[in-house]
């Protein structure tokens, strides 16, 4: 008799994996909802659009774009975190993924534990840019000017909590130096003071600020990235340039799948994701805007979520930044 239990059991486990099995080589069995928390354009809308169209293409079902902006990527970052763990949804994220947890202490979700990380697709550095009239052109130039007038140079950010103003916040708090920060509703109107000079200092995306240091619009003098970007080799590191060990503040992008999704749906999916990056069609274009392709492993970028969350908490709590 036990026997015969024993046997049913392994029959019964048998046929379930077999089930399983079947179920992961028939995925995706019908379109996949790929959730973008930003608003179409700009960099996140590039990466989203380029690496749905490679997935679409390899898997044989739609990857539709769903872009849930507001709260600063919080809306859909918690729709995603709600969602079945089936793999039929995705959500693309950046380092805001990271900075909202020490911002906001009502997250209605967990932005470590909700989540299955599949992939750490790409890095990007900020520039440090300055108004023609900075009588500054290098780091160390700057870090002695700010010194010798503390608050007396503005510095301009897309907001509170975003990617340039922690960058902003990490530099100011390594060089001993103090700027007065003056936050906009977006990186639109910071621009537009910055060029006219009623701001004098930007931490923000290399698109389209290289362009306008080019046009003579604005200085670039550094790049915030661990090492110079190929969009711009001419631009040392903030480390390299100023003698800061350490100092590294990039603008990353990955994708996540809700906590308990299959492990094989997972592999599948980063597996997919590396070769769309690598494609010449999406590669190139990201280069071009100083997006570095990185495409890790799952357990890779699970380690980089951890470690960019605790390193930008420290940074709010240091600097007493708030959420606007």
């Given at each position: 008799?036990r026997?015969?239990v024993?046997?049913?059991?392994?029959a019964?486990?048998?046929?379930?994996q077999?089930?399983l099995?079947?179920?992961?080589?028939?995925?995706?069995g019908?379109a996949?909802?790929?959730?973008v928390p930003?608003?179409?354009?700009?960099?996140t809308?590039?990466?989203?659009?380029?690496?749905?169209?490679?997935?679409?293409?390899?898997?044989?079902?739609?990857?539709?774009?769903?872009?849930?902006?507001?709260?600063?990527?919080?809306?859909?970052?918690a729709?995603?975190?709600?969602?079945?763990?089936?793999?039929?949804?995705?959500?693309l994220?950046?380092?805001?993924?990271?900075?909202?947890?020490?911002l906001?202490?009502?997250l209605?979700?967990?932005?470590?534990?909700?989540?299955?990380?599949?992939?750490?697709?790409?890095s990007?550095p900020?520039?440090?840019v300055?108004?023609?009239?900075?009588?500054?052109t290098?780091?160390?130039?700057?870090?002695?000017?700010a010194?010798?007038?503390?608050?007396?140079?503005?510095?301009?950010?897309?907001?509170?909590?975003?990617?340039?103003?922690?960058?902003?916040?990490?530099?100011?708090?390594?060089?001993?130096?103090?700027m007065?920060t003056?936050?906009?509703?977006?990186?639109?109107?910071?621009?537009?003071?910055?060029m006219?000079?009623?701001?004098?200092?930007?931490f923000?995306?290399?698109n389209?600020?290289?362009?306008?240091?080019?046009?003579?619009?604005?200085?670039a003098?550094?790049?915030?990235?661990?090492?110079?970007?190929?969009?711009?080799p001419e631009?040392?590191?903030?480390?390299?340039?100023?003698?800061?060990?350490?100092?590294e503040a990039?603008?990353?992008y990955?994708?996540?799948?809700?906590a308990?999704t299959?492990?094989e749906i997972?592999?599948?999916l980063?597996?997919?994701?590396?070769?769309?990056?690598?494609?010449?069609?999406?590669?190139?274009p990201l280069t071009?805007?100083?997006i570095?392709?990185?495409?890790?492993?799952?357990?890779?970028?699970?380690?980089?979520l951890k470690?960019?969350?605790?390193?930008?908490?420290?940074?709010?709590?240091?600097?007493?930044?708030?959420?606007?």
């Amino acid at each position: 008799m036990r026997w015969q239990v024993l046997a049913a059991l392994v029959a019964a486990l048998c046929n379930a994996q077999g089930a399983l099995a079947q179920t992961y080589s028939a995925y995706p069995g019908k379109a996949v909802r790929f959730i973008v928390p930003y608003p179409p354009g700009g960099a996140t809308d590039i990466i989203s659009r380029s690496v749905g169209a490679k997935l679409t293409a390899a898997l044989g079902q739609q990857f539709v774009i769903d872009n849930r902006a507001g709260g600063g990527q919080k809306i859909g970052t918690a729709l995603a975190a709600k969602s079945s763990a089936d793999g039929y949804t995705i959500l693309l994220v950046s380092v805001t993924h990271s900075i909202n947890p020490a911002l906001d202490a009502k997250l209605p979700y967990d932005s470590v534990k909700d989540f299955a990380p599949v992939t750490l697709i790409a890095s990007s550095p900020n520039v440090v840019v300055l108004h023609p009239s900075v009588p500054a052109t290098s780091v160390k130039a700057l870090i002695a000017l700010a010194k010798a007038q503390p608050g007396k140079l503005n510095l301009a950010t897309s907001g509170n909590g975003s990617g340039g103003h922690l960058a902003s916040a990490l530099f100011q708090s390594m060089a001993g130096v103090r700027m007065t920060t003056i936050p906009y509703k977006g990186g639109g109107p910071a621009y537009v003071d910055l060029m006219s000079g009623q701001v004098e200092v930007m931490f923000t995306s290399p698109n389209p600020t290289l362009s306008y240091a080019k046009a003579g619009k604005l200085r670039a003098i550094a790049m915030t990235g661990a090492a110079r970007s190929p969009a711009a080799p001419e631009l040392p590191t903030v480390a390299e340039a100023s003698g800061l060990r350490g100092y590294e503040a990039s603008l990353w992008y990955g994708i996540l799948a809700p906590a308990g999704t299959p492990r094989e749906i997972v592999q599948l999916l980063h597996g997919q994701t590396v070769k769309a990056v690598h494609a010449r069609d999406v590669r190139e274009p990201l280069t071009a805007f100083a997006i570095e392709v990185i495409a890790s492993s799952p357990d890779e970028f699970g380690t980089h979520l951890k470690n960019e969350t605790e390193k930008w908490a420290k940074v709010i709590k240091d600097a007493g930044i708030r959420a606007d």
